[in-house]
């Protein structure tokens, strides 16, 4: 039997009502909920409508589980999703079983053309050798900060990432990679810690997500291209992929809805980062080669 769309309605109304409440749902607000026969009472759903406890029998579930994309816990029988993304090769993930596990996905691809310097030295490839560096000394809105750290390692601030009531900002140390024509920053779950707004704390949020970020700058900067092209251009995929074990009362909302908001979220803020640090980019590429010894 099928919720009616009111149903589905009120329970995200209801939802809502008791994420607005804040610290009155105590309960929920603290991470751990109690098992549902020693539950406090919460606001009564409109419509008399009742919240049923994430089941392994919910409808979700049997769904998933038919197309092969979750299987039963062997103990607890609890549905375990399978994320075969970049996230399951990455070996400093956490393992989650609680019953609303979000994966979010943001991405975010562009370019940037600006004039090639004269100077015989003045290479991308030469510029790109000394990329922390470089990337260290451009700011990023917004908030965010790139700092340079050992080698080739930089702590990267990422700017505000905001979602319903939640306003979150990962600290991530980041690796570096630099070859011919291509330069790749890399981070993951065990190099990031969040801050960010009272639910950080209260949530327990820093325990509740897996972090993938992969950034790619590319240009060509063969000799044939140099002698020919008057410009440069340097393209940049960015990928960041958080799955998140999500709180109660965050967790009673639709997965759908979860989803969309902090894909949304996530694609906004590498979308600002993309256009501000490659204009700057362009900038300091100018500058650097502009200080570069007159040759003879």
């Known amino acids: 039997m099928h919720a009616s769309p009111s149903t589905s309605r009120a329970k995200v109304q209801w939802a809502r009502h008791v994420i607005a409440r804040g610290t009155s749902a105590r309960a929920f607000t603290n991470g751990t909920v109690p098992p549902p026969r020693q539950q406090q009472r919460v606001p009564a759903m409109p419509g008399g409508a009742q919240l049923a406890m994430p089941s392994t029998r919910s409808r979700d579930n049997t769904r998933m589980r038919r197309a092969g994309r979750i299987e039963p816990h ?24 609680g019953p609303c596990v979000v994966n979010l996905v943001g991405k ?80 993951t779950t065990g190099d990031c810690v969040l801050s960010g707004s009272h639910h950080v704390t ?19 900067d063969s000799e044939s291209t140099r002698r020919t092209l008057r410009h440069h251009r340097i393209r940049v995929h960015s990928h960041l992929e958080v799955e998140v074990d999500v709180p109660p009362p965050f967790s009673f909302m639709p997965k759908p809805m979860l989803k969309a908001t902090g894909d949304l979220a996530i694609t906004t803020v590498l979308t600002a980062m993309a256009e501000s640090f490659l204009g700057k980019l362009s900038k300091d590429y100018d500058a650097w080669a502009k200080a570069l010894p007159v040759t003879a």
Do not use: C
């Open 74 to 97: 062997a103990r607890t029988g609890a549905a375990v999703p399978h994320s075969p993304t970049a996230l399951a090769a990455v070996a400093d993930q956490r393992q989650f079983r």
């Open 108 to 187: 975010r691809a562009a370019d940037v053309t600006f004039n090639a310097h004269p100077h015989p030295a003045a290479s991308l490839n030469a510029y790109m050798a000394h990329a922390v560096e470089h990337f260290a000394s451009i700011p990023l809105p917004m908030g965010g900060k790139l700092r340079k750290l050992d080698g080739n390692r930089m702590e990267m601030t990422v700017p505000r990432i905001e979602m319903f009531d939640i306003w979150l900002q990962p600290k991530a140390v980041t690796t570096v990679n630099v070859r011919p024509n291509r330069a790749e920053i890399t981070s």
């Open 202 to 220: 209260k949530l327990g949020l820093n325990e509740r997500f897996n972090l993938n970020v992969r950034i790619v700058f590319s240009w060509d």
